[in-house]
Structures are given as structure tokens and as C-alpha cells.
């Protein structure tokens, strides 16, 4: 089960905006092609630093910033705009069911 979700969707896009296979990505970025796939799999997290060297060598440039948290629908909105509907809607079905519960599986 994946663990981290944004880096792994960052690298799956940019390495497909850019035409790129995950070895043509892995060897731009000087890594391996199977940590490509661990990261755009979930399996393992990229540090800030490797996120930024895949993304670069994809054509792309990582920026961040800090900003107010946004509400619950404002973010909903900008991630069906970004992910699959499929993807969000399952995002909202885990996170209501967390909501409900204790984080032990008991209901609140």
C-alpha cells in the first residue's frame, strides 16, 4: 500500500509530461530505474533534494511555499482539477472513514 502520495504523483506526471520511460528519467536524474518506480509506486518517499533532481531532469522545476491552509473544499477542488476523480473520490472515502473513527478502527 503506498504510503505518500504528492511526490509520488509529481514524478509519475512530470516523467510522463516529458515523454520520458522511467529509465530515461532514472538515467537524466542519476539514479536507478527501480527507485524511480519505488517513488512513483509509494513504496519510498524522495528527500525534498531528490524529488527536485527528478523533476528538474524531467524538464520541470519543484516550487514551494508556505501558505494559509486552505479549506476543505478548496482543496477538493484544486485536486480534481490535478487528479483523477477516481483518486480523489477515494482519498474522501479513506479520510471520512478515518474521521469516524479513533485511528484503532473504533468509532468516535
Do not use: C, W
Not at 524522495?46 to 494559509?68: C, D, H, I, K, Y
Amino acid at each position: 500500500m503506498p504510503k505518500e502520495t504528492a511526490s509520488r504523483h509529481l514524478i509519475h506526471m512530470a516523467r510522463i509530461r516529458a515523454g520520458m520511460s522511467q529509465a530515461d528519467l532514472a538515467h537524466a536524474a542519476k539514479t536507478s530505474q527501480p527507485a524511480v518506480s519505488a517513488y512513483e509506486s509509494g513504496k519510498r518517499s524522495p528527500s525534498v533534494e531528490t524529488l527536485t533532481r527528478l523533476l528538474a531532469a524531467a524538464g520541470f522545476e519543484l516550487r514551494m511555499q508556505l501558505a494559509n491552509p486552505d479549506t476543505h473544499d478548496a482543496s477538493r477542488k484544486k485536486a480534481e482539477k490535478l487528479l483523477p476523480r477516481s483518486q480523489v473520490q477515494g482519498h474522501i472515502n479513506r479520510e471520512g472513514k478515518r474521521l469516524r473513527t479513533d485511528g484503532r478502527g473504533k468509532k468516535t
